[in-house]
């Protein structure tokens, strides 16, 4: 079953993008005006016979080969493959170019047009929205800034996973406090006597 240049340009058709089909290398060349991203080229490719799709931003970040602050781009890029789904990101030590992507295996299922449009506007959104910004501050500074948000990334995640367990983690905080001092608290430890001895004669 597979899928097709036709089938997929008839999902763009759907959505009223311009678009240039190349049969011989079996990809779609399409793109959009972001936000942080100026032109943002998108590729549509298809190989395998078509069991096998990918579609990616190529040349999303430039200067890298050489940045000082390569290591924390790179690493950054990981971080942000972590935190979300699907994108992942390419390094060619060669020429230097970055690439985001997203690719799997259709094998002898099709590719529906809710699948494609899932694939592309994630793209999207994670690149121009999400990675680009934060990026751009790690080649300036060195620093992700996205490590700065950790702990709220973490409670999102729980009150994904969990729902309502925020609220019962804050309960049970506040008849804690109510009941007197946390362990680790610099209040919080042995009893000393001499605490209770009144100054004076």
């Known amino acids: 079953m597979a899928a097709t240049l036709e ?6 058709d759907h959505k009223g993008w311009k678009y240039r089909l190349d049969v011989e ?8 005006q972001g936000d942080h991203v100026e032109n943002l080229l998108i590729v549509i490719e298809l190989e395998e016979d078509g069991e096998f799709f990918a579609v990616y931003a190529p040349q999303v970040l430039s200067g890298v080969s050489d940045h000082p602050h390569k290591a924390a781009i790179l690493q950054t890029m990981l971080s942000i ?17 970055i690439r985001a992507i997203i ?3 259709l094998e002898d299922s ?3 047009e809710r699948q494609f449009n899932r694939c592309l506007t994630a793209l999207i959104q994670i ?7 934060r990026l751009m501050r790690v080649m300036e500074t060195g620093s992700d800034p996205g490590d700065e948000d950790a702990g709220e990334r973490l409670l ?3 009150q994904e996973e969990a729902p309502g367990l925020l609220t019962m983690l804050e309960r049970a905080m506040e008849a804690r406090k109510a009941r007197g001092h946390f362990p680790g608290d610099p209040d919080y430890g042995d009893y000393d006597e ?5 100054d004076g004669p």
């Not at 089938?7 to 763009?12: K, R, S």
């Not at 493959?81 to 170019?97: A, H, N």
């Open 7 to 12: 089938q997929i340009a008839q999902y763009l």
């Open 103 to 105: 690719e799997f295996p």
């Open 81 to 97: 493959s972590w935190e979300t789904k699907m994108l992942q990101w390419e390094y060619d030590p060669v020429d230097g170019e």
């Open 110 to 112: 099709s590719l529906t």
């Open 25 to 32: 290398e079996a990809r779609i060349y399409t793109g959009v």
């Open 127 to 133: 690149v121009d929205d999400l990675a680009i910004p």
């Open 156 to 158: 999102l995640a729980l």
């Open 194 to 198: 001499d605490d209770d001895e009144e």
